[in-house]
């Protein structure tokens, strides 16, 4: 039985991938015995990052602002068990159902252990504008052959949003999703 989590204020902007809702997630490419994609335990801001998202799916940062915003900039930090190039063909962004065009991201691997090495990436997007109340923030991996025959998709080590001003951000982080280490 899952525990309903609390409602978290982010002050720094902050938002850790492993802590997404991954509850309508039935399979993961890594962990196909498992319920749950995995949340890998290695070299990420937090000590976790989303990995494995080498299948067509969402992932989706739900943040509340007590006001509207106008002008902030989105980071994101990721980066892949293959060495490849992301596009919005491969890997598609959008605030509140607006795709954003954000060109094109590298993501690498430490070729000895397959590990992801993650780099924030320049702004994503400038000039954003978020909602009073509820915004998402959708990444889409779509079908693609980056990764050799199979598809390709990045690890998330978390997301930022800068130039918020007053607003306050919160979300509601799962953190339960940690549990399913145990089962790694």
């Avoid at 109340?133 to 050799?148: A, C, D, M, Q, S």
Wanted: aromatic residues 14%.
């Amino acid at each position: 039985m899952r525990v309903q989590e609390e409602i978290k204020v982010v002050a720094d902007g902050i938002f850790e991938a492993e802590y997404v809702d991954i509850s309508k997630w039935n399979t993961g490419w890594g962990a196909p015995i498992y319920e749950y994609p995995i949340i890998e335990n290695l070299n990420a801001s937090n000590g976790h990052y989303l990995g494995w998202l080498n299948e067509s799916k969402t992932v989706d940062f739900v943040i509340s602002s007590i006001q509207a915003v106008s002008n902030a900039d989105l980071f994101i930090s990721l980066g892949a068990e293959f060495d490849g190039v992301f596009t919005p063909k491969e890997f598609a962004i959008y605030v509140n159902g607006a795709e954003i065009d954000y060109g094109s991201f590298s993501a690498k691997h430490e070729r000895e252990t397959g590990a992801p090495i993650f780099n924030e990436c320049t702004v994503v997007a400038d000039g954003l504008t978020l909602n009073a109340g509820e915004n998402i923030i959708r990444f889409e991996v779509k079908p693609n052959t980056l990764w050799g025959d199979r598809c390709g998709g990045p690890c998330i080590d978390y997301i930022r949003i800068d130039n918020f001003g007053d607003a306050t951000l919160s979300w509601r982080p799962y953190t339960y999703n940690l549990d399913w280490l145990e089962l790694d």
